[in-house]
């Protein structure tokens, strides 16, 4: 069984800086490729960010894309989303999670997230 805990949210000014980490257990953790997740009150959760096993793929929402990296640390079990030129429309809940590649079909339950708070 894999359970997956994000930290790191809180609250930032537009413009400014924020880093998540997402902590997993379990022994496939080197071989799925993971994703990051978001819901902004009243919307859908949306995709945001993924890396592959080996931390050499990456994919990326276009809303993302350029103020956000993902990384991994295998050893560590943990993948991180930095984020870097926040705008008050990244203000979310974030979420990980093991990523099909399709969509936003998850192979785990969701866990709590973290929230993200963008501050205009």
């Known amino acids: 069984q894999v359970q997956l805990k994000e930290s790191g949210g809180g609250l930032v000014q537009a413009g400014g800086s924020l880093g998540l980490s997402c902590a997993v257990s379990?022994?496939?953790?080197?071989?799925?490729?993971i994703g990051w997740f978001r819901q902004a009150p009243g919307k859908e959760r949306e995709f945001v960010a993924a890396i592959g096993w080996t931390g050499g793929s990456t994919y990326y929402a276009d809303s993302v894309k350029g103020r956000f990296t993902i990384s991994r640390d295998n050893a560590k079990k943990t993948v991180y989303l930095q984020m870097n030129s926040l705008k008050p429309e990244d203000t979310a809940v974030y979420y990980c999670?093991?990523?099909?590649?399709?969509?936003?079909?998850?192979?785990?339950?969701w866990g709590q997230g973290t929230l993200v708070t963008v501050s205009s």
């Open positions: 379990g022994r496939t953790f080197s071989s799925n490729t």
């Open positions: 999670n093991r990523w099909t590649g399709y969509g936003n079909n998850v192979l785990d339950a």
